[in-house]
């Protein structure tokens, strides 16, 4: 898993997605709090790269996990 503070190593696909999630959404959030946000939704976009085989010793072959965070969020209001 390649995230913003460096490689992490998972024996498990969905465990890292996981990490990933609690780490990333965490981030994404309070860079749209820093943004101006008040109330803020965090929403993660998942799209697994496989590619079936005809032969071989397995029927697919794992290419790798794409995963993408939005924050969406109101503007907070100036005091």
Known sequence: MHLPDGIHDFEDLEEAVH???DVMSTRTEALAHQAGAGQVE???VRT???VNLDSGFSKELYLGTELIFTAV???S???
């Open 19 to 21: 990490y990933a999630e």
């Open 42 to 44: 965090v929403k993660m």
């Open 48 to 50: 697994d790269r496989r």
């Open 73 to 75: 969020g109101r503007p």
């Open 77 to 79: 209001p100036v005091r």
